[in-house]
């Protein structure tokens, strides 16, 4: 890219950022347009390989609910990177719904 005249190094660098935010520009013009199309192989893929670990939250929900699948929910809650004695601190509310799937407006899990 040619300098900008009278400017020198200045003009330049303003050249260079003026092309590089054209193409960003660009790029999130064109990327409105693919979205339709990148969603549905983003759905495929997940179809395909439905690997996503529940949130922290909503595993500790579960582990709560149902003393028989806390460990599985500790490797779910691990799988985000809480570790067990974390995990362990999280208690539901008393008579909240906290799973995000279950009704409830969303987490209203306690971390003392």
């Known amino acids: 890219m040619a300098p900008i005249p009278g400017l020198g190094a200045f003009g330049k660098f303003f050249g260079r950022t ?37 949130r922290p939250e909503d595993a500790a929900t579960i582990a709560a609910e149902r003393p028989a699948l806390a460990d599985w929910a500790h490797g779910e809650a691990r799988q985000s990177g809480v570790s067990g004695p974390r995990f362990r601190r999280h208690r539901p509310r008393p008579g909240s719904r906290s799973c995000s799937n279950c009704g409830g407006a969303g987490s209203s899990v306690q971390t003392t």
Do not use: F, H, K, Y
């Open 18 to 54: 003026l092309s590089e935010g054209a193409g960003v520009a660009t790029g999130l013009a064109v990327a409105g347009a693919l979205e339709p199309e990148v969603q549905g192989l983003i759905n495929d893929s997940w179809s395909l390989d439905p690997s996503r670990p529940l």
